[in-house]
């Protein structure tokens, strides 16, 4: 069966597939193919604007700062212990008591309030500002190991041309000029970086097995990290210009009180405190404590006007959300954090989509974790900090509480789910910024101290002290039982 036109014929529509990018009856922009790899199509200079952009929105926009930051706070939290999940029980003690009580605080060569976790916070920033963190394991003077953050403009090529590497430790490796980056001409790897000192030169290069390179991958082939906003930068540009321009004229109609319409053009010189006004003939300005009388000559009789202020109206503020609802969807982060439905199913969705963006993030900030453990371990090992072991590598890391809207309910849920076996008390005790070991240790101290107590004022006073006035885990908390004895069946002679 053929689809006929009005003239009883074959309709026909001149060939144009459905592929074509003008089907808009040849109204619609055509643009250039863009079949190529993610580097060619987002060249040097254009991440680097987009990274400019969005560094230069953290600075000045709410919407766009306070969604990276949330998300870092909800992904590292106060937690990041590490966790031991080898079967070398000695080894593993003593290895999270040197960076528990060590190295943590004093990871980062800059000292000051860097530490291992304000670190992870950062490095999520970064890659979402950014789009990547770059992160070297070095050493002080005398050896003692160190981390630290390479901002992303610090790797690039610095001057150094695209091509071979025709001597050195990297000869015959490719030195790509728009990553900054040379690649093992074998496998494609990276090699090392080029670092590049505050002017933008070419400084050194730091050999990958030294630079832990982080950032969320959106094609198979890419090599540099984008900011997370990519795709809303000029959205979230055009809010601040829009909001400049809506700032200046409320300043303007706020410094407006009256418009008074005369045949003068001007105030009545019969008026208490007259003072000549500016342009009197034209448009008059008398000016007040706060504000300013506008006079304008009518052609007869006289009125007066008060200023009353529309702006800004509802087709600003239905601009203004379609361009954050743009953003939030477009990095996965729900819309109620910014601005509430009031709805209890929708919020629960909402933090639902939360939940998985965070556990994305941690994800990735559980490689940082791990790869500065494991680097760090392995110079404590090799200089008798920390005794050696074959299972030393096997590490995981506390997790902040889950984003939610009830705290009790989530808490009675957890609950019944360790009754059920479904998790475990390592990760709920995780969640509260402590270890699972050091729990038991703490509960066993107070357990201990009040049981000590309870003998001691027993002995002190001469009278018998019931140990569930010291505690009681129900309301009705039960006396202990005494036990009988089993009866047992007399045998026959």
């Given at each position: 069966?053929?689809?006929?036109?009005?003239?009883?014929?074959?309709?026909?529509?001149?060939?144009?597939?459905?592929?074509?990018?003008?089907?808009?009856?040849?109204?619609?922009?055509?643009?250039?193919?863009?079949?190529?790899?993610?580097?060619?199509?987002?060249?040097?200079?254009?991440?680097?604007?987009?990274?400019?952009?969005?560094?230069?929105?953290?600075?000045?926009?709410?919407?766009?700062?306070?969604?990276?930051?949330?998300?870092?706070?909800?992904?590292?939290?106060?937690?990041?212990?590490?966790?031991?999940?080898?079967?070398?029980?000695?080894?593993?003690?003593?290895?999270?008591?040197?960076?528990?009580?060590?190295?943590?605080?004093?990871?980062?060569?800059?000292?000051?309030?860097?530490?291992?976790?304000?670190?992870?916070?950062?490095?999520?920033?970064?890659?979402?500002?950014?789009?990547?963190?770059?992160?070297?394991?070095?050493?002080?003077?005398?050896?003692?190991?160190?981390?630290?953050?390479?901002?992303?403009?610090?790797?690039?090529?610095?001057?150094?041309?695209?091509?071979?590497?025709?001597?050195?430790?990297?000869?015959?490796?490719?030195?790509?000029?728009?990553?900054?980056?040379?690649?093992?001409?074998?496998?494609?790897?990276?090699?090392?970086?080029?670092?590049?000192?505050?002017?933008?030169?070419?400084?050194?290069?730091?050999?990958?097995?030294?630079?832990?390179?982080?950032?969320?991958?959106?094609?198979?082939?890419?090599?540099?990290?984008?900011?997370?906003?990519?795709?809303?930068?000029?959205?979230?540009?055009?809010?601040?210009?829009?909001?400049?321009?809506?700032?200046?004229?409320?300043?303007?109609?706020?410094?407006?009180?009256?418009?008074?319409?005369?045949?003068?053009?001007?105030?009545?010189?019969?008026?208490?405190?007259?003072?000549?006004?500016?342009?009197?003939?034209?448009?008059?300005?008398?000016?007040?404590?706060?504000?300013?009388?506008?006079?304008?000559?009518?052609?007869?009789?006289?009125?007066?006007?008060?200023?009353?202020?529309?702006?800004?109206g509802n087709p600003w503020h239905e601009f203004y959300d379609m361009q954050v609802r743009q953003a939030m969807v477009e990095i996965n982060w729900p819309m109620s954090l910014w601005k509430p439905s009031g709805q209890g199913t929708a919020e629960r969705s909402q933090i639902g989509l939360a939940c998985r963006s965070v556990e994305d993030r941690q994800s990735m900030l559980t490689k940082i974790a791990k790869w500065r453990v494991v680097k760090s371990l392995a110079w404590?090992?090799?200089?008798?900090?920390?005794?050696?072991?074959?299972?030393?590598?096997?590490?995981?890391?506390?997790?902040?509480?889950?984003?939610?809207?009830?705290?009790?309910?989530?808490?009675?849920?957890?609950?019944?789910?360790?009754?059920?076996?479904i998790i475990n008390q390592t990760s709920m005790i995780g969640e509260e910024g402590n270890s699972f070991d050091e729990n038991l240790i703490e509960r066993g101290e107070e357990i201990a101290a009040r049981e000590m107590n309870r003998l001691e004022m027993e002995k002190k006073y001469g009278i018998e002290i019931d140990p569930r006035y010291y505690l009681m885990l129900t309301p009705n908390e039960m006396a202990p039982k005494e036990e009988t004895p089993a009866t047992t069946?007399?045998?026959?002679?």
């Amino acid at each position: 069966m053929a689809i006929l036109n009005q003239y009883g014929q074959p309709a026909s529509y001149g060939g144009r597939p459905a592929r074509s990018a003008n089907l808009g009856g040849g109204n619609r922009p055509s643009e250039p193919w863009n079949i190529r790899d993610v580097g060619k199509a987002v060249p040097k200079m254009d991440r680097r604007m987009m990274v400019s952009a969005s560094k230069s929105l953290y600075l000045n926009s709410p919407i766009l700062k306070g969604a990276i930051d949330q998300k870092a706070m909800y992904a590292v939290g106060n937690a990041w212990l590490p966790v031991y999940k080898g079967s070398d029980k000695a080894y593993g003690d003593a290895a999270k008591s040197w960076l528990t009580g060590e190295w943590y605080e004093i990871c980062n060569i800059v000292g000051d309030s860097s530490d291992f976790v304000s670190d992870l916070y950062l490095a999520s920033v970064a890659m979402d500002r950014d789009g990547e963190i770059f992160e070297y394991f070095t050493a002080t003077p005398n050896g003692y190991p160190q981390i630290q953050i390479i901002p992303s403009h610090r790797i690039d090529a610095g001057g150094l041309p695209e091509g071979k590497i025709e001597k050195g430790l990297y000869s015959g490796d490719r030195f790509v000029h728009e990553d900054g980056i040379i690649y093992w001409k074998d496998t494609g790897k990276p090699a090392a970086y080029s670092f590049v000192d505050a002017n933008g030169q070419h400084e050194k290069f730091i050999d990958a097995a030294f630079i832990k390179h982080t950032f969320e991958k959106a094609w198979p082939e890419q090599r540099r990290g984008l900011p997370l906003f990519w795709a809303s930068l000029n959205g979230l540009r055009d809010i601040l210009q829009s909001e400049e321009w809506e700032r200046m004229n409320l300043l303007s109609m706020s410094s407006l009180n009256y418009t008074i319409h005369n045949e003068s053009g001007g105030p009545d010189m019969d008026e208490p405190d007259y003072v000549a006004p500016e342009g009197c003939g034209d448009i008059a300005i008398k000016y007040l404590a706060g504000g300013q009388i506008m006079y304008a000559k009518a052609g007869s009789g006289e009125k007066l006007e008060q200023h009353q202020n529309f702006r800004p109206g509802n087709p600003w503020h239905e601009f203004y959300d379609m361009q954050v609802r743009q953003a939030m969807v477009e990095i996965n982060w729900p819309m109620s954090l910014w601005k509430p439905s009031g709805q209890g199913t929708a919020e629960r969705s909402q933090i639902g989509l939360a939940c998985r963006s965070v556990e994305d993030r941690q994800s990735m900030l559980t490689k940082i974790a791990k790869w500065r453990v494991v680097k760090s371990l392995a110079w404590a090992m090799g200089n008798g900090r920390v005794k050696k072991s074959s299972d030393w590598w096997n590490w995981s890391f506390t997790k902040p509480p889950k984003l939610t809207i009830d705290d009790g309910r989530t808490s009675k849920e957890r609950l019944e789910k360790f009754k059920a076996g479904i998790i475990n008390q390592t990760s709920m005790i995780g969640e509260e910024g402590n270890s699972f070991d050091e729990n038991l240790i703490e509960r066993g101290e107070e357990i201990a101290a009040r049981e000590m107590n309870r003998l001691e004022m027993e002995k002190k006073y001469g009278i018998e002290i019931d140990p569930r006035y010291y505690l009681m885990l129900t309301p009705n908390e039960m006396a202990p039982k005494e036990e009988t004895p089993a009866t047992t069946q007399n045998e026959p002679d």
